[in-house]
């Protein structure tokens, strides 16, 4: 989805921006969770497993990363982080075969300017999604919960609840208002940001507004999706959402270094993120605000080892059984050339994972089935360049010198006013959806 809104904006059928997913606003920084921030619309889809998309492939290899090929990314980095004006990024490209590449660039803290390093742990934002949706995947494998239940099986009074799946959840194709566009959410978050927030705080938000469209109509990213389907998890397991995740999810993967947080608490060594996209324009350090606001659409932290891991696991279904990763990677249009989203995860031109937005940092996790590549990308700031997630930038530049024939890429969303009259700045979104925030 940012708080963490990755992928979201406008939204087909009258939804509005949205905060995670992949755009943005002065206060839509919230989008939690990263994903295109413009929200795609395409046309009516079968009901069931729908037939995999096309994924970019091609038999040219990538480059070794070799010091020639170093050499050019340090440069490009470099160039991207003086145009974008981020504070800093960590890097990580793994290719069997062709060598790694991990670096950082810039600095972690404005302040005293301490440089970023590759330990740093980071705010995900909707990189969070491929978590929550991998742990109902994990209840579908236990036989508790099966993907085409209806939601009103778990939470009461969702706005055509009975109609809508726990699959087109997942697919971001419920017709659900996400909360993260809805102007009193944004008032009240951006002016509190310490606030504490209920889930079914966050539903109310959502289900104030009247459904878009029919379930499986089109894709059309919301946050709202991933918050019921953390309820959907916790009523399947009995157990609350950080607790399945981390003996379903983050147990069984070794992510030691990711978490759910319970509150504001962020393990040291980390980043301070920063934002200028609030009610007057000015820049925050946001490293500490409250992320209930995001909970299971974007409120996870983690760093660039356990993300290197994850991208692959989430990618291979290691966690899950082959039938259950299979409906998982059969991707759906989106309405942005190259980009297909699946159960909780997208495919960008080949590239399988989620991106990630929230207020005060951004970040990529994808793998290249293809050639087993992996790209992590982590910066200290949402800010946007040019319409586009800085996250995003980083990206393209750095696959169209390793992987040219599979380079990431995440249409910018256009202007649109800020949600909140009394928002200073003009909401500049973010680069896009994705096989999805957060």
């Keep these: 989805m940012s708080r963490t809104h990755t992928w979201h904006r406008t939204g087909c059928g009258g939804t509005g921006h949205s905060r995670s997913g992949y755009g943005r606003s002065a206060a839509v920084t919230l989008a939690a969770a990263g994903l295109l921030a413009a929200v795609a619309c395409t046309g009516p889809a079968s ?10 492939t091609s038999a040219a290899s990538p480059r070794a990363l070799d010091p ?38 810039g600095v972690a803290d404005k302040s005293s300017g301490k440089a970023m390093s590759p330990d740093l742990r980071m705010r995900i934002g909707s990189e969070t999604k491929t978590f929550t949706v991998t742990a109902l995947l994990r209840l579908v494998d236990e036989g508790k919960v099966r993907l085409d239940d209806p939601v009103s099986d778990y939470v009461d009074g969702v706005p055509n609840g009975e109609n809508i799946t726990l699959r ?12 993260t566009d809805d102007p009193g959410f944004d008032k009240a978050f951006m002016s509190d940001p310490d606030r504490v927030f209920t889930p079914q705080q966050l539903l109310d938000y959502a289900f104030k507004h009247p459904v878009g469209f029919q379930p499986g109509e089109r894709f059309q990213y919301s946050n709202t999706n991933t918050i019921l389907l953390g309820l959907v998890i916790e009523r399947a397991s009995g157990l609350s959402l950080r607790e399945y995740l981390d003996r379903g999810v983050l147990g069984p993967a070794g992510l030691g270094n990711t978490l759910f947080p319970e509150g504001t608490e962020f393990p040291e060594p980390h980043a301070q993120g920063y934002t200028d996209q609030t009610l007057d324009g000015e820049e925050a350090n946001a490293t500490d605000w409250d992320p209930s606001w995001a909970w299971a659409a974007g409120a996870m932290i983690s760093d660039l ?14 966690l899950l059984k082959p039938a259950t990763q ?29 991106n990630g937005s929230l207020p005060g940092y951004q970040s990529v996790t994808v793998y290249l089935p293809r050639t087993k590549a992996t790209l992590v990308i982590l910066t200290n700031t949402d800010n946007p360049y040019k319409g586009n997630e800085n996250s ?16 990431y890429s995440l249409p910018a969303a256009p202007a649109s006013p800020p949600p909140t009259a009394s928002a200073a700045s003009s909401e500049a979104s973010a680069a896009a959806a994705e096989s999805s925030a957060g």
């Design 47 to 56: 009901s069931g497993p729908p037939a995999a998309s096309p994924t970019a």
């Design 68 to 105: 020639a090929v170093a050499k050019r990314l340090d440069k490009a980095i470099t160039q991207v982080l003086r145009q974008t004006g981020v504070p800093g990024v960590i890097v990580g490209v793994w290719q069997p075969g062709k060598g790694d590449y991990v670096r950082a660039f």
């Design 168 to 179: 087109q959840l997942a697919e971001m194709r419920s017709g659900l208002y996400s909360y």
């Design 305 to 318: 080892p356990d993300l290197r891991d994850w991208a692959r696991i989430a990618a291979t279904g290691t």
């Design 326 to 354: 299979a409906q998982r990677l059969r991707t759906l249009p989106t309405g942005f050339p190259g980009t297909g989203y699946g159960l909780g995860i997208f495919d960008n031109h080949g590239w399988i994972g989620h």
């Design 392 to 407: 995003t930038v980083f990206a393209k530049a750095i696959t169209g010198i390793v992987t040219p024939e599979n380079v």
